[in-house]
Structure formats: C-alpha cells, structure tokens
C-alpha cells in the first residue's frame, strides 16, 4: 500500500505539513476544522473553467462514474488523491476535444482498464458478477418450491390417514 | 440426504470463502491489471532528467528491448526497491530506464546522488500526463518494452529479487531470443 499516494493527500504537500507546529488544543481544532473544511469542498479548491452548467453538470456526472485508482472506494469526483485531480483535468480536456461521455471512459479504459468504471460492463468474463444474483435467487427459489411441495404431500399423507382413521373409527360405530 | 443438505451448504460456503482468502494472499485486490500489455507503448517524448533540453522519445529507443521504471522521491516503496535495482540493474542485460515521476527535478537528482543511480538514464515526467497515457497509477511501477515498442509485461509495486528471477529474467531471455 505503501507505494500508492497516501488518500486525499498530494504528495509533495504533505512535507510541509509536519513542519508545522499546532501548540494549543485551539490550534489544532482550528487546523482540523480547516482540513474537513477544504475535504468537504474538493471541487472548490480544484476550479475548472466550465463553459456553462451543463458542463459542469456533464463532468459532475461523469466523474462520479469513474473510479480513482489510488483510492479504489472514492470516485474521481470525490477523491483528493493527486492522481484523481490529474485524471479530472484529464476528463475535462477531453470534454472540451468535444469527446462524448463513451469515448472519454472508453479513453480511461484503455489505459486503466475496467476498472475505473464502477459499473463493470456485461461481458463473459463478469456474466457471473452480473447474473450470479439471479442464479442464487433462482438457486434458493427451487429449494422453497421443494420444500413446499414435500411438505405438502406429507401433510395431505398425514390428512389421509387422519381421515382413514375417522373412517375405521366410523366403521367401528 | 435432506438431513445433510444444511452440512453441505455449509462446506460448499467454506470452500467458497477459503478460496476468496487463498486468492487474495497471492494477489493484490487492489491491483489494476494493465491492459496495454501485448499493445504497442504510447507514444511518448520526455525530457532527461540530468539534460531537460534533450529529451527521449519512443520512437528513438526503438530497436532494442528495455526495461522502464517508476519512481519518485516521494515514493517510500521505491526505497525499498532501490536497492534491488542497485545489486540487480546491471545484470539484467538491458538497459534500464528510470521514470522519474511526478517529483521536482531537484528531489529526484538529491535521492539519486544519496541512495546511488542505477539507471541507464532517466526521463523526467513532472506532470505526470504520459503516465496517464501508460496507465500508471502509482510509483513504483515497471514496463518491459521490446525491441518493437510493445509493452511486453508490466509490475505493479517494488521488484523483489525473486520477482526478477521468477518473472523478468525469463522474459527478458524470450525477448533477447526474438530480437538478437
């Protein structure tokens, strides 16, 4: 793990930040406030000349589509990782190439491979991904439809005889 | 048999559960399989580390396999992996090509002259936009590149002596055998 950037922090930034020294417990409250502060507003640090709001809108959706391969739970809207600015600025390079949203994944794919989408795409290799859900519901539905029919036949069998015993009981009278 | 159905799920979840723990000892999860290997390299052109006015190109290191690494001296596995490269390097009968990658050239110049140079050459890639185009996503990281251009093999995170023995000697044999 040690090789990979460390998660939301930029390599290079993260030097200067054990230069400093947070004194007070007021400090390092305010420091920590600060750093949740600028989490919380990733995009608003990293500003992109959208053209208009739809862009932006296009990019926001598109981005949170894309896996940050640094940080493998975060998508690339979301991740700090400096990788993850890198491939934003990528993305919306390609926007403004005028690429559509397939061929910019289709760009990351090549290079990445699937796995910078969140959404694998329905191919032999993840059939099992995709329809092994299916199959286990399938799997366990026959197991109820089983059980069902076994214990029904057993209870009608248990019924016969009940009512062969009223009968002989009948008989009896 | 109904009896020892619950038994038998249960084994079956066993095997399945094991071999999910087997599977990922032996591989990362988190690694990003590469799918350039067996395609032709991208086209790069990067400045040398030493020399930012001349720069190396695919396309000048044609004609001959060679083995490109990722590094930067932020990257604390590269540390781990450079003595490797240091004892191992020169043996492999190729050169070898650092990546120095996303790292300010006065960085990369101090943490080679302190821990030794056991590079043929290095290209300096600051921003980092033709690794993007190689698909890294971290450093250290490693490219066999033929004769050809192609990308014949990639390795995610540092190189261990057995790696090289394992998986890059025989490769570099196979790729010596096809261009002599």
């Known amino acids: ?173 | 048999m109904s009896r020892s159905l619950p038994l038998i799920g249960f084994l079956l979840l066993v095997g399945l559960f094991g071999f999910g723990i087997w599977w990922n000892t032996g591989h990362d999860p988190r690694e990003v399989p590469s799918p350039l290997i067996g395609k032709p390299a991208p086209a790069y052109v990067l400045p040398l580390l030493d020399d930012p006015a001349r720069t190396v190109s695919k396309a000048s290191m044609l004609g001959k396999p060679y083995l490109v690494n990722v590094f930067a001296s932020w990257c604390i596995a590269c540390g781990e992996e450079h003595p490797v490269l240091m004892a191992e390097g020169r043996t492999l009968g190729l050169p070898l090509i650092g990546y120095d990658y996303k790292d300010a050239p006065e960085d990369a110049k101090a943490w080679l002259a302190q821990h030794g140079n056991p590079y043929d050459m290095v290209m300096a890639d600051r921003p980092g936009r033709t690794a993007i185009d190689f698909g890294v996503y971290g450093a250290p990281e490693s490219f066999l590149i033929d004769a050809k251009g192609v990308i014949r093999y990639k390795h995610i995170g540092p190189f261990t002596p057995e790696v090289i023995e394992r998986e890059l000697r025989p490769l570099i044999a196979q790729l010596k055998q096809e261009a002599p």
């Not at chain 1, 750093?35 to 000349?49: G, R, S, Y």
């Not at chain 1, 998508?75 to 190439?97: C, I, T, Y």
Request: hydrophobic residues 45%.
């Open chain 1, 1 to 173: 793990m040690s090789r990979l950037f460390p998660c939301g922090v930029a390599p290079g930034l993260d030097r200067g930040a054990s230069k400093t020294r947070t004194g007070t417990l007021l400090r390092m409250l305010v420091a920590m406030f600060l750093v949740i502060a600028t989490a919380a507003h990733a995009q608003a640090i990293d500003p992109l000349p959208f053209k208009d709001h739809a862009q932006e809108v296009r990019f926001q959706n598109l981005t949170r589509q894309l896996r940050c391969l640094v940080c493998q739970n975060e998508n690339l809207a979301d991740s700090n990782a400096d990788l993850a600015r890198d491939l934003r600025h990528e993305v919306f390079g390609l926007m403004q190439q005028g690429k559509s949203d397939d061929e910019i994944k289709q760009y990351l794919v090549d290079r990445y491979s699937d796995f910078v989408l969140y959404d694998p795409p329905v191919k032999p290799a993840t059939w099992l991904l995709w329809f092994g859900p299916g199959l286990f519901l399938l799997m366990g539905a026959a197991v109820v439809l089983v059980t069902v029919r076994r214990r029904g036949r057993a209870a009608r069998i248990d019924s016969r005889l009940v009512d062969n015993a009223t009968i002989e009981q009948g008989d009896d009278w």
